[in-house]
């Protein structure tokens, strides 16, 4: 058994930073080349699209791994910002979404091309079953910021998810937030 002290993080609700965090990634707009239907405009340049803020603990199913997200507001073509997505490289493994702050979507999918949405608010509590990709995407005009924990060894699959995408986009339309089928899928 992996021995780890019990701690304590302190969390910024509304911005998602973790103090001490133990690991910071960033995702700009060139690490998800060929994620989203369009290309970025040049204008755009390589904005940032998200950080997740991470407390490393052992990678062992006594463990739990907790993260914040942060998802920066806006489109790509038609499509919101969005995280990578991705499975669970122990299928079966599954993970706790809480909103914390702005508005946006958990689009799920299982390899068998069921899929749902769920909205993240503050105060929203997704439950992601084992089995399920999920991607999140910010649908609104501030940050989209949730917190993450997820069973030790879950491990990451990003590329089952990563040429054809989920079953379904969410697109910007003139009367609001749209899910459309991905004809990519
Ligand atoms: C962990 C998890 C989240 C995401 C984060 C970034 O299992 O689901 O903490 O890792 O929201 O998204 P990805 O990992 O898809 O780049
Ligand atoms: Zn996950």
């Known amino acids: 058994r992996d021995a780890v002290a019990p701690f304590n993080v ?3 609700l509304d911005k998602g930073v973790l103090e001490p965090t133990d690991h910071t990634k960033r995702r700009h707009l060139s690490d998800m080349h060929g994620m989203y239907l369009e290309e970025p405009d040049e204008a755009a340049g390589d904005a940032l699209v998200y950080t997740v803020h991470e407390i490393v603990v052992p990678e062992s199913p006594d463990h739990i791994q907790c ?3 942060i998802l920066q507001p806006g489109r790509v073509g038609r499509e919101f910002f969005m995280t990578k997505g991705h499975f669970h490289e122990v299928r079966g493994r599954s993970e ?3 909103g914390l702050r702005g508005e946006g979507r958990l689009v799920m999918a299982t390899e068998g091309g069921d899929h749902a949405v769920e909205h993240i608010v503050p105060g929203s ?3 992601v079953p084992g ?3 999920h991607r999140s995407v910010n649908i609104g005009s501030e940050l989209l910021v ?3 924990a997820y069973v030790g060894d879950a491990g990451h699959d990003y590329a089952t998810i990563e040429d054809e995408g989920l079953p379904v986009l969410l697109t910007d339309a003139p009367d609001g937030p749209r899910v ?3 004809p990519r899928y």
Request: without cysteine; glycine residues 4%; negative net charge.
């Open 10 to 12: 302190l969390m910024e």
């Open 67 to 69: 993260s914040t997200t």
């Open 96 to 98: 706790v979404y809480l």
């Open 125 to 127: 509590v997704s439950y």
């Open 131 to 133: 089995g399920w990709a």
């Open 146 to 148: 949730f917190f993450a």
């Open 180 to 182: 459309e089928r991905n």
